[in-house]
């Protein structure tokens, strides 16, 4: 397998997990926005993945969750699951289960907290490649996985057998442009922080954006559409936009996830509810903090429009 294998690009959300009070999954939540985003857009999904509280969730709960986002999809892009842990066995594990719920790849992370050298790196991707039934992507992140894809790193994981992408997520531009001249010849580049770097990675050769901002702001989409269509005075403005929203969910107190399900549930969006420990749900003066930062956001977007 190679890029050539697959036909996945431009904008996949990657899906936030809804709980309820008592910590169970919403599974209509959850559907409700997946159709949602599909009709704002979106290209595919990634669903347990950091967005989706993979750490919350057991291996049957992610498989389950699976199932429920490929009928939820309807066939209108590939469905993509995190199947991140620290033990290459139990990613192993992961990925004949969400083969049986019918997903189209997995999202591979590096072994997380245990400090690895580069070479324990690879080798952990080529036992997941050796025993896995899906295709691969790769999933760079250091600031909550520790260890990185470096491009060297990545270099070599791209001629492995199964890997047939990267979700560069490191939020460092010149690591993600170095990884794309390496290794887009072999396998797909999809860019992570897309309120940051959408527009430029779309007009550098990215094969498209995941990103978390999506579910709560369907426009960052079109960081992806109005970039491959011309319209960059909009896309510009929309990545501004998504800066100062990054700033504002990652600032003063406030982490992104819990601020990203606070706000849609805000705004009444699908997908949002509780989070699970040891995530906590926003309140209190963070939370109006939140909301009246995004306020000001929203009635500026709207002038600006």
Same mark, same amino acid.
Request: with cysteine; hydrophobic share 40%; net charge negative.
């Given at each position: 397998?190679?890029?050539d $294998?697959? &036909?996945w690009?431009?904008?996949?959300?990657?899906?936030?997990?809804?709980?309820? #009070?008592?910590? $169970?999954i919403?599974?209509?939540?959850? %559907?409700?926005n997946?159709?949602?985003?599909?009709?704002?857009?979106?290209?595919?999904?990634?669903?347990?993945?950091?967005?989706?509280?993979?750490?919350?969730?057991?291996?049957?709960?992610?498989?389950?969750l699976?199932?429920?986002?490929v009928?939820?999809?309807? @066939?209108?892009?590939?469905?993509?699951?995190?199947?991140?842990?620290?033990?290459?066995?139990? !990613?192993?594990k992961?990925?004949?289960a969400?083969?049986e719920?019918?997903?189209?790849g997995?999202?591979?992370?590096?072994?997380?907290?245990?400090?690895?050298?580069?070479?324990e790196?690879? *080798?952990?991707f080529a036992?997941?490649?050796? @025993?896995?039934a899906l295709?691969? !992507?790769?999933?760079?992140?250091?600031?909550?996985?520790?260890?990185?894809i470096?491009?060297?790193? *990545? &270099?070599?994981?791209?001629?492995?057998?199964?890997?047939?992408?990267?979700?560069?997520?490191?939020?460092?531009?010149?690591?993600?442009?170095?990884?794309?001249?390496?290794? $887009?010849?072999?396998?797909?580049?999809?860019?992570?922080?897309s $309120?940051?770097?959408?527009?430029? *990675?779309?007009? &550098?050769?990215?094969?498209?954006?995941?990103?978390?901002?999506?579910n709560?702001?369907?426009? %960052?989409l079109?960081?992806w559409h109005?970039?491959k269509? @011309?319209?960059?005075?909009?896309?510009?403005?929309?990545?501004?936009?998504?800066e100062?929203?990054?700033?504002?969910?990652? #600032?003063? @107190?406030?982490?992104?996830?819990?601020?990203?399900?606070?706000?849609?549930?805000?705004?009444?969006?699908?997908?949002?509810?509780?989070?699970?420990?040891?995530?906590?749900?926003?309140?209190?003066?963070?939370?109006?903090?939140?909301?009246?930062?995004?306020?000001?956001?929203d009635?500026?977007?709207?002038?600006?429009?």
């Open positions: 397998m190679n890029r $294998s697959i &036909d690009a431009g904008p996949m959300p990657a899906i936030t997990t809804p709980f309820r #009070s008592d910590h $169970s919403d599974e209509d939540s959850f %559907c409700g997946i159709d949602r985003l599909y009709r704002a857009g979106a290209t595919g999904v990634i669903v347990a993945g950091c967005t989706g509280e993979f750490w919350a969730l057991s291996f049957e709960e992610r498989a389950h699976t199932k429920l986002a009928d939820a999809s309807e @066939g209108r892009g590939p469905v993509i699951v995190g199947t991140g842990s620290i033990r290459e066995n139990d !990613v192993i992961q990925s004949f969400a083969k719920a019918g997903a189209d997995i999202l591979v992370l590096p072994p997380y907290f245990a400090m690895v050298t580069e070479d790196t690879v *080798a952990h036992a997941v490649n050796e @025993g896995t295709p691969v !992507v790769l999933y760079n992140i250091p600031a909550c996985a520790v260890n990185s470096t491009p060297d790193v *990545a &270099d070599r994981a791209a001629d492995l057998e199964n890997v047939v992408a990267i979700k560069e997520s490191s939020g460092d531009w010149a690591n993600f442009t170095a990884t794309l001249e390496r290794v $887009s010849d072999r396998i797909r580049v999809f860019c992570g922080p $309120s940051i770097f959408g527009v430029r *990675a779309t007009l &550098d050769g990215a094969d498209g954006l995941i990103d978390c901002f999506p709560v702001w369907t426009e %960052c079109d960081l109005d970039t269509a @011309g319209r960059l005075d909009r896309a510009w403005a929309l990545q501004r936009m998504g100062q929203m990054t700033r504002l969910f990652t #600032s003063d @107190g406030l982490t992104l996830y819990p601020a990203t399900k606070a706000i849609m549930n805000h705004l009444g969006l699908p997908g949002g509810g509780h989070m699970r420990p040891p995530y906590r749900d926003l309140e209190g003066p963070a939370l109006e903090r939140l909301i009246d930062g995004w306020t000001e956001l009635q500026l977007a709207a002038k600006s429009a």
